[in-house]
């Protein structure tokens, strides 16, 4: 599995853009992006998906560069209840899509 | 629509004891199925994942096993614990797409 880096963490005002960019030099043709969101004592929750150029979902949008060695979760209008730890992984079908979680960006959001 | 279970929520127990962590899911079949663990103040690491029936893959050596009886079942067991086996214990399915559902996790303290 391709590894990622990302920053330890960030800190943003209510309704301000959050931009979160996580690097995988090492991504493989058949891997894909994907982010998740983790609050305290739950479990992760799915926020979106991609393989190169851009998604957007109703939650968040997410950027890919041709290269695909880059990608940047792109999170509008912050409120105080997305402060979460945000993962980004990469995505093989050869290990069953099993996901290799690194410490993830620790996103605090403050009035 | 899909659900996951796992029990207990909670659960203490004395080093050198047995543990047996269960997990179903309800409103899909054929799923993938997986373990994660969170240690205190570090990100998830996954144990275990499945494809079918009796098929397992471990990704930490460990004094842990896993087991998968029935289509939607998934097991967690080791013959004793060490102190290091306290975490948050995960377990999550996967259907047709990527994305992977987390259930609502079990906080097991080893003592």
């Known amino acids: 599995l391709a590894k990622t880096t990302q920053p330890i963490s960030m800190d943003s005002y209510e309704g301000q853009e959050v931009n979160i960019t996580c690097s995988h030099n090492n991504i493989a043709t058949n891997d894909y992006i994907t982010w998740y969101q983790q609050f305290p004592s739950q479990g992760p929750r799915f926020i979106i998906q991609g393989y190169k150029t851009k998604v957007t979902n109703e939650v968040a949008s997410l950027f890919i560069p041709a290269d695909r060695k880059s990608s940047t979760l792109s999170l509008p209008r912050v409120s105080l209840s997305d402060t979460a730890v945000y993962y980004c992984l990469v995505v093989a079908s050869n290990s069953g899509y099993a996901l290799n979680f690194g410490k993830g960006t620790s996103l605090l959001v403050t009035p | 629509s899909q659900t996951i279970h796992q029990w207990p929520a909670t659960l203490v127990q004395p080093v050198g004891s047995p543990l047996s962590l269960e997990c179903t899911v309800e409103?899909?079949?054929?799923?993938?199925l997986y373990w994660y663990r969170q240690a205190a103040g570090r990100g998830l690491q996954l144990l275990f994942y499945s494809v079918g029936i009796g098929q397992i893959s471990s990704e930490v050596p460990q004094n842990l096993s896993a087991s998968r009886p029935q289509d939607r079942q998934f097991i967690l067991s080791s013959k004793k614990l060490l102190l290091s086996d306290s975490g948050f214990y995960l377990c999550?399915?996967?259907?047709?797409?990527?994305?992977?559902?987390f259930g609502p996790g079990t906080r097991l303290t080893v003592l």
């Open positions: 409103g899909t079949s054929n799923p993938n």
């Open positions: 999550a399915w996967r259907g047709t797409r990527i994305e992977q559902f």
